[in-house]
């Protein structure tokens, strides 16, 4: 055999794969796996429980996939240890962290300094207290995206965005705002996948 036909058996073989395997992954997410975010592949649910409820879930094809995948499954855990009803919503704060290039620990940080993450929300979704707590959001992922967008719109336009930064704006009357976001996004950087 020539290299030239061992060469097109390969690409022949890669493309019945992809053909197989796309359907796969562009399933939405109310099935196993979102379709493309972001220039990335990534679970837009990725909850734990639909880890276990299919292998398909742990499949990896690259260390950035794994590295966003890592981030999910840490945050989730942090959450759900905190008895935060946004816990299933890991996977929307790591992809839209990434999306207006925040660390993805910021917003869940400030949600636990605002609304215990999520638990003492007066049913409008709004953990972050934004807009002094007056704006509603019709779901958590609603809040994260128009949260994120606003601090890079309305706070820092370019660079990297520390509540140190934020804090004097976004809670200006507590000089311990920013040492609590703080606190709370090491805690969650801590957190230990087994």
Same mark, same amino acid.
Do not use: C, H
């Given at each position: 055999?020539? /290299?030239?036909?061992? #060469?097109?058996?390969?690409?022949?073989?890669?493309?019945?794969?992809?053909?197989?395997?796309?359907?796969?992954?562009? /399933?939405?997410?109310?099935?196993?796996?979102?379709?493309?975010?972001?220039?990335?592949?990534?679970?837009?649910?990725?909850?734990?429980?639909? /880890? %276990? %409820?299919?292998?398909?879930?742990?499949?990896?094809?690259?260390?950035?996939?794994?590295?966003?995948?890592?981030?999910?499954?840490?945050?989730?855990?942090?959450?759900?240890?905190?008895?935060?009803?946004?816990?299933?919503?890991?996977?929307?704060?790591?992809?839209?962290?990434?999306?207006?290039?925040?660390?993805?620990?910021?917003?869940?940080?400030?949600?636990?300094?605002?609304?215990?993450?999520?638990?003492?929300?007066?049913?409008?979704?709004?953990?972050?207290?934004?807009?002094?707590?007056?704006?509603?959001?019709?779901? #958590?992922? %609603?809040?994260? %995206?128009?949260?994120?967008?606003?601090?890079?719109?309305?706070?820092?336009?370019?660079?990297?965005?520390?509540?140190?930064?934020?804090?004097?704006?976004?809670?200006?009357?507590?000089?311990?705002?920013?040492?609590?976001?703080?606190?709370?996004?090491?805690?969650?950087? /801590?957190?230990?996948?087994?």
């Amino acid at each position: 055999m020539s /290299k030239i036909t061992i #060469w097109a058996a390969t690409v022949l073989v890669l493309a019945i794969v992809i053909s197989i395997a796309k359907p796969v992954f562009a /399933k939405t997410s109310q099935g196993i796996l979102a379709g493309l975010n972001y220039n990335r592949t990534i679970p837009k649910d990725y909850s734990t429980k639909a /880890k %276990e %409820e299919s292998p398909v879930n742990a499949i990896s094809f690259s260390i950035g996939y794994k590295e966003v995948e890592n981030r999910v499954l840490k945050l989730e855990k942090y959450l759900n240890s905190r008895n935060s009803p946004m816990a299933n919503s890991a996977a929307d704060f790591v992809e839209i962290a990434d999306k207006y290039n925040l660390d993805w620990k910021l917003l869940p940080a400030i949600a636990g300094v605002e609304s215990g993450y999520g638990v003492a929300t007066p049913g409008n979704f709004n953990p972050f207290g934004w807009n002094n707590a007056l704006t509603g959001f019709a779901n #958590w992922r %609603e809040s994260i %995206e128009t949260v994120a967008s606003g601090l890079r719109t309305n706070y820092i336009r370019e660079g990297e965005i520390t509540p140190s930064k934020i804090g004097p704006k976004y809670a200006p009357p507590s000089p311990f705002w920013a040492s609590r976001v703080e606190r709370f996004m090491a805690e969650i950087d /801590k957190t230990v996948l087994e």
